[in-house]
């Protein structure tokens, strides 16, 4: 087993450090930056059907439900095409709306969770198209599916997913990407920018390894701490939830994700000097916004531990910690900002004694309901 961890102590830090590979991976043969062009042999069969799809519905639990979330943000952005992302165990049990113009898209690193095979069976009933995002080559929900992309990031071993999330994200942006280009919702220039963006995100996510060191020091400060809150806005908000799950998962501390301006009606009751907030707060559109969530949180005497963009001087000046990360396009920024998150967890939970690998309670995929 310790062959199979490469050197490192456990499964999900080795996963986490695999990422600039494993995203490397999920996009390789499929942006094809000097030609200026996309490819998914899964997609272009089905590419006119997904470009004039009424609607798409994501469905899929847990991390790969966040992935769903990151997507909904990009293909209403980039391609105009609207979103709903559904928990799968609901979404089969409400009695959906779901027309043969629907296109589902199905999110599961596994392709063996239960909730998701049966949410897909569902749709299939009604005459929809499903379309999965598949890491498990030959998976159940990959062979249910009437098309679909592989994630490639390679086995996950830890039950705590991470590369598989990124690699979701990337396959899911790239789609967003080619939907947008079809339907000409994203002008050429804007494409080429994003397509030499992803491109050099391997090594940005490479870069934000290297800040390992000061997350541990931080991890100590908060590792007895019970409870921690997320919050992030726009494509940042999906990670606040991934964040606080991580967190959950793994060190049994109670953490919530919220969307930062959500905050407000409800968990800012909770802020006093005791709660530690992790706030998403690169430079983007709601940039100006989450400045003033904050002001708000430290107004409360929070202790704010800031993941902010390099160079950023405003936050920084407001926050306790701050941990920068570097600069991308706002659409690619889950896959850097997430960084720094799976890797608090981590060493929050070596920190607690916590088995990180098998966490109490949590199975790597959930066949049963
Ligand atoms: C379990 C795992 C999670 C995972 C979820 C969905 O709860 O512990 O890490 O996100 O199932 O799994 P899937 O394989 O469908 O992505």
Redesign the pocket.
């Known amino acids: 087993e310790s062959i199979e961890k490469g050197g490192y102590e456990h499964f999900m830090l080795k996963e986490i450090y695999e990422q600039p590979r494993s995203i490397l991976d999920s996009m390789r043969g499929r942006l094809v930056a000097e030609s200026s062009h996309l490819m998914m042999s899964g997609v272009r069969e089905y590419e006119n059907k997904l470009a004039n799809a009424d609607r798409i519905i994501i469905v899929?639990?847990?991390?790969?439900w966040h992935a769903g979330l990151v997507a909904e943000y990009l293909i209403e952005d980039l391609a105009r095409i609207p979103v709903e992302v559904e928990y799968a165990s609901e979404f089969r049990y409400r009695n959906p709306i779901i027309t043969e113009k629907d296109i589902v898209i199905a999110i599961?690193?596994?392709?063996?969770?239960a909730d998701?095979l049966a949410a897909i069976e569902l749709a299939k009933s009604k005459g929809a198209t499903i379309f999965g995002i598949c890491n498990v080559v030959g998976s159940s929900i990959a062979r249910a599916t009437d098309a679909g992309a592989y994630t490639h990031a390679g086995p996950e071993i830890g039950?705590?997913?991470t590369k598989a999330f990124t690699a979701q994200v990337t396959v899911l942006t790239l789609i967003a990407m080619i939907l947008g280009s079809k339907r000409g919702t994203l002008e050429t220039t804007k494409l080429h920018q994003l397509m030499a963006e992803l491109e050099s995100i391997p090594a940005k996510v490479e870069k934000a390894l290297e800040l390992n060191d000061q997350i541990v020091k931080i991890s100590e400060l908060f590792k007895d701490a019970t409870n921690f809150l997320y919050l992030g806005r726009g494509y940042n908000f999906p990670v606040a939830l991934e964040g606080a799950l991580k967190l959950k998962e793994i060190s049994y501390i109670h953490a919530e994700g919220y969307p930062a301006a959500e905050m407000k009606h409800g968990p800012i009751a909770l802020i006093d000097e005791q709660m530690p907030v992790v706030v998403i707060a690169t430079k983007d559109s709601s940039y100006e916004k989450i400045v003033s969530n904050v002001q708000e949180v430290k107004a409360r005497k929070g202790k704010v531990i800031a993941i902010v963009t390099e160079g950023d001087k405003t936050i920084p000046s407001m926050a306790d910690y701050v941990i920068e990360i570097p600069e991308t396009s706002e659409h690619l920024m889950p896959l850097l900002s997430v960084i720094p998150l799976q890797l608090l967890s981590y060493h929050i939970a070596v920190m607690r004694g916590c088995n990180v690998d098998q966490p109490r309670n949590?199975?790597?995929?959930?066949t049963v309901e």
Do not use: I, P, Y
């Open positions: 899929a639990c847990g991390t790969s599961s690193q596994s392709g063996e969770t998701t039950v705590a997913s949590l199975a790597k995929s959930v």
